[in-house]
C-alpha cells in the first residue's frame, strides 16, 4: 500500500458524460501528478499540481481538466466523454518537486466509456 | 524530447535463474533520473529501483540490480534468482529534470516459469 487512494476504483459511464476522479495524496505530500495508461498511448504523463498550483502539463486534452484543493487532494474531471478516454487513470504524490523525490503511485481508476 | 525504448515485449525465465530487461533512451540533459517500475496483475504501480545519472556506481536493490550505460544511453534490469512473485509488467521510466514527470517505456511481460 502506497499510502495513495483513489476514487472510485471502477467507473463506467456512456460517451458524451463527464466523470471526476479523486485522489488523495500520502500524508504530508504537496505534488500530485495524473497519469493515463491505455493500451494505445501506453503509460502517459497527464499533469503535475503543487501546493495547489499547476507545475507542468503533458497529453492533457483540453475536455479534462484537474486541480489540487486546500487539503492537498486532487481531482481530474473529464468531460465529453469518447470510447477512446477508456483507461486507467493513475494518481500519484511525492513529497515534493523536485526530482530527487520518489513518485508513489495510487490503485488507480478503471474508467471504462460505453 | 526524450523518449524512452524497451525493445522487448515479453521475456520469460526459469524460476530461480537470472533474466535481463533492456531499456534505452534518449536525452539531451546531463541530469535525470532513471526508473524500473514493476506492474502486477493487480495493476499496481510498484518501484522497483532508480538511478541517478550522476552516479557512477550501478544501483542495486536486493534480487535486483541495474546495468546503467550512460554515454550509451542504456539501463537494463537484472533479476536474480527469479520468483513466481516477479512476474508482472515492467516499465522503465525517465524524470525530466526540468518538470517531474515521468517518461515511461512500454513495457516489457515477464513470466516466470516453475
Known amino acids: 500500500d502506497s499510502g495513495v487512494t483513489q476514487t472510485p476504483k471502477h467507473l463506467i459511464t456512456a460517451t458524451g458524460q463527464r466523470v471526476t476522479l479523486r485522489c488523495s495524496p500520502r500524508s504530508g505530500d504537496l505534488s500530485v501528478y495524473w497519469y493515463q495508461q491505455s493500451l494505445d498511448q501506453g503509460l502517459q504523463f497527464l499533469i503535475q499540481?503543487?501546493?495547489?498550483?499547476?507545475?507542468a502539463k503533458g497529453n492533457i486534452l483540453e475536455r479534462f481538466s484537474a486541480q489540487q484543493f486546500p487539503d492537498l487532494h486532487s481531482e481530474l474531471n473529464l468531460s465529453s466523454l469518447e470510447l477512446g478516454d477508456s483507461a486507467l487513470y493513475f494518481c500519484?504524490?511525492?513529497?515534493?518537486?523536485?526530482?530527487?523525490?520518489?513518485?508513489?503511485f495510487g490503485p488507480g481508476t478503471r474508467l471504462t466509456v460505453t | 524530447a526524450q523518449t524512452v525504448t524497451q525493445s522487448q515485449p515479453e521475456m520469460s525465465v526459469q524460476e530461480a535463474e537470472t533474466v535481463t530487461l533492456s531499456c534505452t533512451y534518449d536525452t539531451s540533459e546531463s541530469d535525470y533520473y532513471l526508473f524500473w517500475y514493476k506492474q502486477p496483475p493487480s495493476r499496481q504501480m510498484i518501484l522497483v529501483i532508480r538511478q541517478e545519472a550522476y552516479k557512477q556506481q550501478n544501483a542495486t536493490e536486493n534480487r535486483f540490480s541495474v546495468n546503467f550505460q550512460k554515454a550509451a544511453k542504456s539501463f537494463s534490469l537484472k533479476i536474480s534468482d527469479s520468483q513466481l512473485g516477479d512476474a508482472a509488467m515492467y516499465f522503465c521510466?525517465?524524470?525530466?529534470?526540468?518538470?517531474?514527470?515521468?517518461?515511461f517505456g512500454t513495457g516489457t511481460r515477464l513470466q516466470v516459469f516453475p
Open positions: 499540481y503543487y501546493n495547489g498550483e499547476e507545475r
Open positions: 521510466a525517465y524524470r525530466v529534470f526540468s518538470t517531474d514527470k515521468l517518461i
Open positions: 500519484a504524490s511525492s513529497v515534493s518537486a523536485g526530482t530527487s523525490y520518489e513518485q508513489y
